[in-house]
């Protein structure tokens, strides 16, 4: 093996891709990275830091044979066709043995394919999760890995002294087989769905309660140094801030409000129905992003039914630690409901997920990074299999603490009109969870009367039928 071939190969040099080579390079790998676009090898050269070794190719032939073997290649490519093309096109190039890393957000049943397909020719395919955005790529991301424990031993030292650290211990560790990885950053990425909709209703909120931007600003500001610490209260807060270079006005208030989505939100709310597990914090988030979408129906629909424009009548202060505590309360729902799913479907589709490093590595680098999460990872090294974490006595104090003003906020919604869906559903999935006996025994008395579909009693086991009297 030559000290002249590189450690680490890079396919598809968009922002992703080479802001995570650089970070690689940075800590003292050589890395190789390939894209057609000349323009872009170009533009990897020019960004490295001095002293490394840092290169651009735009053959891909090239690139794979400049690398030390077992060659360890990552794709940063969009997601479906894109990462089969690059499959194909690498296979006469690589040799068994060889580790081949998607990075992008693939849907992990693709990568459960692709996983199959490439260990038929003795090849190692790696789903792997990417999470933190442009910076998160260049200055430490939150990695998921997924596949085969074997080859994660060869690319755990970089994946490890790549990704972000919280406490000197990195955002990254082998979160299962076959398709876990590209699965936990799904799940993720619905979490981060569900609490963006969350801190948009809360601002929706504070609005009709007479905060200006400048008043946003400070109270989420305000927000972020205490228990709500996370990155998107942190970045929610700078936005309210900024002014728009062409009118001068807040640039919010000139953004349109059609949200756009690249699905892996929805792809989170479909996976959840086939299991099944509960998610409607997710379903909702989803929902509210497409209701955004029918902007000249909203706008007829305002008319027609007088869309509630009024001030809240509230104590300002008061409204705003009821918020506070709202938001609290349906963030740990959502990730609940988040790491509920991860149990599932790492039983059902045998991915030994292990939920203590999930909540572990999504500590730091990631989009939805908070101290929430320090408080899950106490809460799994007490009970590592906790099947949801508020049966976690911790969260549940953490979760009393806040629902009476949930409860407020959400009644407040209710009364005035304001759209709060996500708030409103976090709050039904509590009530519904926390529930001993349910009334869903009318629902299978209904399924027998009208289909004959059976049903079990609470007095005596077995399989019942009743000829209804109609
Ligand atoms: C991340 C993000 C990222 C995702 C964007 C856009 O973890 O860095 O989850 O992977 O692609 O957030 O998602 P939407 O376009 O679907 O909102």
Partial sequence: ???????????????????????????????????????????????????????????????????QTPRKLMMLVPAGKPVDDVIESLLPLVEKGDIIIDGGNS????????????????????????????????????????????????????????????????????????GAGHYVKMVHNGIEYAIMQLISESYTLLKHAGLSNDELHETFKKWNEGALQSFLVEITADIFLQNDDKTRARLLDVISDK??????GKWTSQDSMELPVAVPVIDTAVAMRTISGYKDERVKASVLYNESGATLDVSTEEFIKQVHDALYFATILSYAQGLAMLYQASKELAMDIPLPEVVSVWRGGCIIRSTLLETFTQAYKQSPDLSNILLDSGV?????????????????????????????????????????????????????YFGAHTYQRTDISGTFHTEWNH
């Fill in 1 to 67: 093996m030559s000290n002249n071939l590189f450690d680490f190969g890079m396919i598809g040099l968009g922002v992703m891709g080479r802001n995570l080579l650089l970070n690689t390079a940075d800590h003292g790998f050589s890395v190789i990275g390939f894209d057609k676009d000349l323009i872009k090898t170009a533009a990897l050269e020019a960004a490295a830091t001095e002293g490394t070794t840092v290169k651009g190719v735009p053959d891909l032939a090239h690139m794979v044979q400049q690398l």
């Fill in 259 to 264: 949200a756009g989505s690249k699905g892996t």
């Fill in 396 to 448: 549940a104090s953490l979760v009393k603490s806040v629902e009476a003003n949930t409860r407020a906020v959400v009644s407040q919604a209710a009364l005035s009109g304001i759209p709060a869906a996500a708030f409103m559903s976090s709050l039904a999935y509590f009530d519904a969870y926390r529930t001993e006996r349910m009334t869903t025994n009318l629902i299978q008395a209904q399924r027998d």
């Fill in 107 to 178: 849907h992990y049943t693709d990568t459960l394919r692709r996983v199959k397909y490439l260990r038929e020719k003795g090849i190692h395919f790696m789903g792997v999760g990417v999470s933190g955005g442009e910076q998160g790529a260049r200055t430490g991301p939150s990695i998921m890995p997924g596949g085969d424990v074997e080859a994660y031993a060869h690319v755990k030292p970089l994946l490890e002294a790549i990704s972000a650290k919280v406490n000197g211990e990195p955002c990254v560790a082998y979160l299962g087989k076959e």
